[in-house]
């Protein structure tokens, strides 16, 4: 997948899907709940409040959003600074409201806790962590400082001492674990949409060169009897006009560029001759097709295939599925990128499954990565050897997460563990001590001759010129 493709996914910020009619919307929702509450206190329980200050922190924040539904078009996202602000006006103008009515003593000081979660959810860490530290400075200067809830009779209405420290705890613990789950659960849905996003462009690109070589197949059968025919009629014209040099020799030139012409044909189309042929393929040439771009990369990649305990001496037939190349392909890539001079692609097969294993001499994963592998975003700190023998190599904690979802995808179960490791069942064999992959099919999902989806395969016709 390209870098800047890649960057385009990655580089967005949260905030960023946010469009600013409905921060709009909410604060208009927050203002219709600041009035009705303050009427309901006025007429229905008769406390005096300052009004005047009131409605003018309200009216603030209405001339605030005829202002944004005025100056900026509909459909206008926020960036982060400018969700920063919205969301800290917000949270400032509901403290100075509870300010004026009664503290921690109004029970609505609970809506404090709303501006954090917000926050957490559309906005960056360090964002997060401003709103969250001055929600938590206004709820304690509510329970220290505020204007007391007084009757039409002129009493003051304030609850025991213990039940506002009370109050406040369970203010502060609200603002806290609510904010921190509330950034925790976006954060990991945003990482897997942006790694599903990642797969998806992978996958579309894999598509896109099958999609190709059948194009470029078909053109190379096409194209062969007119190439024949200009051929022929040239050949004949070149024996024909030996009296004629300067024909002879336009002639000779057009069969020499039909011949050019058939050659280049060959090789673009050297992965087959027909549509149908790029839909199936032996398990061997999957494997070397997946494997081909990493096999002269300086380490040396070991081949071998053969049936199980009881499988069929010969080789099964698979769907030549995108997903099924472009994952065995980053799973190569990784071996070949942290082995020290072997790799080793094992296929087997039986009448239930079909099994690929790809070992290296490496390193193998960091022992406590190994429940994590195929996370997005999982990477550990580069080491200096790495950065010697991947100099070029920027890792995001994509390539074993696009490998695992695109290859389950297909049917396939993936089980990770280190050669090294005295207790794993994937290898008994003592030189292959780095990482071991085992990706293993139900016969079913990708046989394509006995499977769920068989594929027929006709005849290829012979390409000649």
């Known amino acids: 997948m390209p870098d800047s493709n890649i960057n385009l996914v990655l580089g967005q910020e949260r905030s960023s899907w946010i469009r600013l009619r409905t921060m709009i919307l909410l604060r208009w929702v927050a203002i219709a709940g600041q009035v009705a509450a303050i009427l309901v206190a006025q007429h229905s329980y008769h406390l005096q409040l300052n009004l005047g200050l009131c409605y003018l922190a309200i009216g603030i924040s209405a001339v605030g959003n ?46 404090l806790v709303g501006p954090v979660i917000i926050s957490a959810n559309v906005m960056g860490l360090r964002s ?194 995108p997903e099924v190349i472009h994952g065995l392909r980053n799973l190569i890539q990784n071996a070949v990128d942290f082995a020290r001079a072997n790799v080793w692609v094992e296929a ?7 099994t690929v294993s790809i070992m290296d001499d490496g390193r193998g994963y960091p022992g406590h990565m190994i429940g994590r592998i195929g996370d997005p975003f999982v990477r550990r700190r580069r080491a200096e050897i790495d950065r010697r023998t991947r100099p070029e190599y920027e890792g995001m904690g994509l390539g074993l997460f696009i490998a695992k979802t695109l290859l389950e995808r297909s049917g396939a179960e993936l089980s990770f563990a280190n050669g090294s490791d005295p207790y794993q069942t994937l290898t008994d064999q003592s030189e292959r001590r780095g990482a071991i992959v085992l990706v293993v099919w139900p016969r079913s999902q990708i046989d394509a001759q006995t499977g769920e989806n068989p594929v027929p395969l006709g005849l290829n016709d012979q390409f000649q010129v």
Not at 149 to 156: A, C, K, P
Not at 348 to 354: F, K, L, N, Q, S
């Open 348 to 354: 087997e097969w039986t009448a239930e499954t079909i």
């Open 66 to 111: 005829l202002l944004a539904i005025f100056l900026f078009p509909e459909n206008k996202r926020l960036g982060e600074f400018e969700n920063f602000l919205m969301v800290l006006f917000d949270l400032l103008q509901l403290g100075f409201l509870l300010y004026l009515t009664g503290g921690l003593h109004n029970p609505f000081a609970l809506l």
């Open 128 to 321: 997060t962590l401003f709103i969250g530290t001055t929600a938590i400075v206004l709820v304690t200067l509510l329970g220290l400082y505020h204007v007391p809830l007084r009757t039409e009779m002129g009493f003051v209405l304030r609850i025991p001492d213990v039940f506002v420290f009370g109050h406040w705890t369970a203010i502060i613990i609200a603002i806290i674990f609510l904010g921190a789950y509330s950034y925790r659960i976006s954060s990991e849905v945003q990482s897997m949409s942006e790694a599903l996003a990642a797969t998806q462009m992978a996958l579309s690109r894999e598509q896109k060169l099958t999609d190709l070589g059948g194009v470029v197949a078909a053109a190379a059968h096409e194209l062969g009897t007119p190439l024949a025919t200009i051929k022929l009629a040239s050949s004949e014209l070149v024996e024909e006009l030996d009296d004629r040099p300067d024909l002879r020799e336009d002639a000779a030139l057009i069969r020499e560029q039909a011949d050019r012409c058939r050659d280049i044909l060959r090789d673009m189309g050297r992965a087959g001759k027909d549509d149908l042929h790029l839909r199936q393929a032996p398990l061997s040439t999957v494997i070397h097709e997946a494997a081909e771009p990493h096999v002269h990369r300086g380490k040396t990649v070991h081949f071998d295939e053969g049936p199980g305990a009881g499988g069929d001496l010969q080789q099964p037939s698979i769907l030549r599925k």
